[in-house]
């Protein structure tokens, strides 16, 4: 269902700097990898339903 009240136009201008950021930040963060497919299915994933109890072992450690 498309939002109606949503403008989301961006210039020219616009683009290039958020691109131009995003660039920055890579550079800042060189240690950032890519992972394959097979890695992100392996990794652990905390859904909606496991965030308390993630936020209780957090406090407990």
């Known amino acids: ?3 109606q009240n949503i403008d989301a136009s961006l210039s020219p201008a ?3 700097a958020i691109k ?5 930040v ?3 963060m060189p240690f950032l ?9 392996s990794m652990f994933k905390a859904g909606p ?3 308390s ?3 209780n072992a957090l406090n407990a450690a």
């Open 53 to 55: 109890f993630v936020q």
């Open 14 to 16: 616009d683009i290039k």
């Open 1 to 3: 269902m498309p939002y």
């Open 20 to 24: 131009a950021t995003f660039d920055t």
């Open 33 to 41: 990898i890519n992972l394959t497919p097979k890695e992100r299915k």
């Open 26 to 28: 890579l550079q800042k």
């Open 49 to 51: 339903d496991s965030v």
